[in-house]
């Protein structure tokens, strides 16, 4: 039998493509995935500029042995109009960030973003359903985020944005999925709350400002984060001190990957 970590004619290339790449951990963790389930496969990382991703998606398509692609930073927007087929959920998010390449050559794609998120949670011992939500950001992971808390049963969302058209935006694009849901445009005050959510890129660089106001928040309140790196951002050590339950951005990647592997067909 070949081992799954040897490279051989018949290895299944899957790939992730972003820019910068340096600090992704996705192929650390799909490939130890496959070596696990003894896939012959593996995913490799692809540094590609924006400019070029149509060139890239096009060179995917002809390629036999290629099996799919993760996408991120910046390539989860422009991603979607270069696949072929889009789950209506990705649509309405406006964002995929998981490729699976159909034997005809035709591309597929989904955005796993909310339910791994959602899924984070859950695995904390989180639940959502009848919680009252609110979000910070309008972005693409806020978005993901908006349409996975929804599903997810919360009683009502509160989207804070600096930009608000992007929050009228995604409560229109909500509706369509979801039109019981009570959805409120926020100020930078998250009092009110049960479930509080950073899904800004604030919080990745140490000289951001706090998404909101989080001098505000009550003790007791859930304070979750979407950015990764660094684990403990300065939200969430403010939340600390004021006697919140924090809930870093971790395990929304960690919580993905089985999904993102089984749409790609690395495992079943
Ligand atoms: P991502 O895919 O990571 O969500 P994005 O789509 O560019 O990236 O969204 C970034 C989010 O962070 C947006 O909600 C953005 O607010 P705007 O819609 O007003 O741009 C928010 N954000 C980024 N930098 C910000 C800043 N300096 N102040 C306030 N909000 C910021």
New binding site residues.
């Given amino acids: 039998m070949t081992s799954a970590r040897e490279i051989t004619g018949a290895t299944r290339v899957y790939g992730i493509v972003a820019d910068p790449i340096t600090h992704v951990r996705t192929p650390q963790a799909l490939n130890g995935l496959m070596r696990r389930h003894g896939v012959a496969g593996i995913m490799v990382p692809f540094h590609v500029a924006p400019a070029h991703l149509p060139m890239f998606m096009d060179a995917m398509r002809v390629t036999q042995s290629f099996g799919g692609l993760i996408a991120t ?2 390539h ?2 422009a991603m979607l109009d270069l696949c072929d087929v889009v789950s209506e959920r990705a649509r309405l998010i406006g ?1 995929v960030n998981t490729v699976r390449r159909e034997p005809d050559g035709r591309l597929a794609a989904d955005m796993f973003d909310g339910e791994g998120f959602v899924a984070g949670l859950r695995e904390a011992g989180i639940g959502l359903n009848g919680r009252r939500a609110y979000l ?9 985020v908006a349409f996975a808390l929804a599903d997810a049963g919360i009683a009502s969302l509160t989207i804070w ?3 608000a058209a ?1 929050v009228d935006a995604l409560r229109s694009r909500l509706e369509v999925l979801h039109p019981g849901l009570v959805v409120g445009m926020g100020t930078s005050d998250p009092r009110g709350h049960d479930v509080v959510v950073n ?4 919080g990745l660089r140490p000289d ?2 706090l ?1 909101f106001d989080a001098a505000r928040l009550e003790a007791g309140v859930i304070v979750a984060e ?1 950015v990764m790196e660094p684990e403990t951002t300065a939200l969430l050590a403010v939340a600390a001190t004021r006697g919140c339950r924090v809930h870093s951005g971790r395990p929304m990647l960690d919580c993905q990957l089985g999904l993102m592997a089984r749409f790609m067909g690395m495992v079943s």
Avoid: E, Q
């Avoid at 910070?136 to 993901?144: I, P, S, T, V, Y």
């Fill in positions: 930073v910046p989860k927007v964002a910070a950001g309008a972005g693409g992971a806020a978005n993901a944005n600096r930009t992007k899904a800004t890129s604030l951001d400002p998404p979407v």
